[in-house]
């Protein structure tokens, strides 16, 4: 797991901590010593750390003109024992909220284990972002299937569904991530509004 890196090719676009208006705001990582783990794993120094047990993050893109943002994750989201949403809700969502970002891509193809424990936190933040959404983007099947059984689809899209291509967000630009996602959301809404 220490080999896992978030992505870093929005760099030139980018950097959380060069971000006044980020919680990671002058945030320091290492570049050479391992500290944070995942129970026994060691995981890559440039992951960010917000207080949650066994879940890291890295805000790779913040656009505070269209509202979006994209975020990705590493380790295990157990809101069951820890309640890593609450962190995440009150150390990062909200600080973003408060300027303005009501549209969230959440990235989480190496989120290993998703453990729920009632959907409050999230029912918060889709309330809180009015006009906005929430797109999780490459989260494994299990994860996804864990996140429907507590009833969390109701507030987070899925890029799972057979009337979408698969997005290969890494060779995009992140307008380009943006746009798509959206195109996705307004069509599935376009077509709930129609079954109903």
Not at 108 to 122: I, P, Q
Not at 142 to 166: A, C, G, Q, S, T
Request: charged letters at 25%; glycine letters at 2%.
């Amino acid at each position: 797991m220490h080999t896992i890196e978030p992505f870093y090719n929005w760099r030139n676009y980018y950097i959380s901590s060069e971000d006044i208006n980020s919680p990671f705001y002058k945030y320091h990582n290492s570049e050479v010593y391992y500290t944070h783990t995942v129970y026994n794993y060691y995981i890559h120094p440039q992951w960010d750390f917000f207080d949650a047990a066994t879940l890291y993050l890295k805000v790779l893109y913040a656009d505070y003109d269209l509202h979006f943002i994209v975020i990705e994750f590493i380790g295990e989201w157990n809101d069951c024992t820890h309640l890593d949403i609450k962190f995440l809700k009150r150390n990062v969502i909200e600080k973003f909220i408060d300027k303005g970002i009501i549209k969230f891509i959440l990235i989480g193809e190496n989120v290993f284990n998703f453990f729920a424990s009632d959907d409050c936190y999230f029912e918060e933040w889709y309330q809180e972002i009015d006009g906005g959404w929430i797109f999780a983007l490459n989260f494994r099947q299990h994860v996804i299937k864990e996140f429907r059984d507590y009833n969390l689809h109701y507030y987070v899209y899925f890029d799972v569904d057979e009337n979408d291509d698969e997005i290969f967000w890494r060779t995009m630009t992140p307008l380009k991530l943006f746009n798509t996602v959206e195109l996705i959301i307004n069509k599935r809404t376009k077509a709930k509004y129609y079954l109903e």
